[in-house]
């Protein structure tokens, strides 16, 4: 697997959650309904993705390249959204390696 590192959360809720209560229609639905839901919806954990080079080729590809095989992968769970975004590197503190280095 290339590093692409293009990350993507999945915003997905268990058989018990009120999802009639969900409105797709707001925005950031997926995020707002999880907060509201906490003991049947959740946030997966970031993973990288393979394939998508951009931020925004993730987010075009997220439900026809993910989802089928994040659903596979978690029966029983409903997919409601996903986001897709750089993992930043955090950057290097040269001065600190300098010190853990004996001369």
């Not at 692409?4 to 409105?23: E, K, L, R, Y």
């Not at 993705?49 to 769970?77: E, H």
Request: hydrophobic share 40%.
């Amino acid at each position: 697997m290339t590093s692409t590192g293009i990350m993507i959360v999945v915003f997905w809720c268990s058989a018990a959650a009120p999802i009639d209560t969900f409105n797709p229609h707001i925005l950031h639905a997926a995020q707002s309904f999880v907060a509201a839901n906490p003991n049947t919806c959740h946030a997966s954990p970031a993973e990288e993705v393979d394939g998508p080079q951009s931020v925004g080729q993730c987010r075009g590809q997220a439900l026809i390249r993910y989802m089928p095989g994040w659903l596979q992968r978690n029966p029983g769970k409903l997919y409601l959204y996903a986001e897709c975004f750089e993992r930043k590197a955090e950057p290097l503190d040269l001065e600190a390696m300098k010190r853990k280095v004996t001369p």
